[in-house]
């Protein structure tokens, strides 16, 4: 059988990674489940869908952190 933690077809030597249910992850963005299924089903964050469970990469989070990154205003820099 599979060992825990690994994902079925991986290649030996490829080893396991990691994935993150929505509750984690709601928890790591600071926001509710149902806001994490919102900004999902508006394509603002990617997701693997197996089995019918919905997880996310380390790469979906950072990705969509990325995507709310303001830039700063220079102190000065007014927009008139």
Known sequence: GRSKGTVTG???GEGAFETRR???VAKILGMSERTLLTIRNRGQIGFLRT???IRYR?????EYLDSCEVSAVR???ASN
């Open 58 to 62: 380390r790469r979906h989070v950072e």
């Open 10 to 12: 991986a290649q030996e």
């Open 22 to 24: 929505n509750g984690q």
């Open 51 to 53: 089995g019918g469970k």
């Open 75 to 77: 102190p000065g820099a």
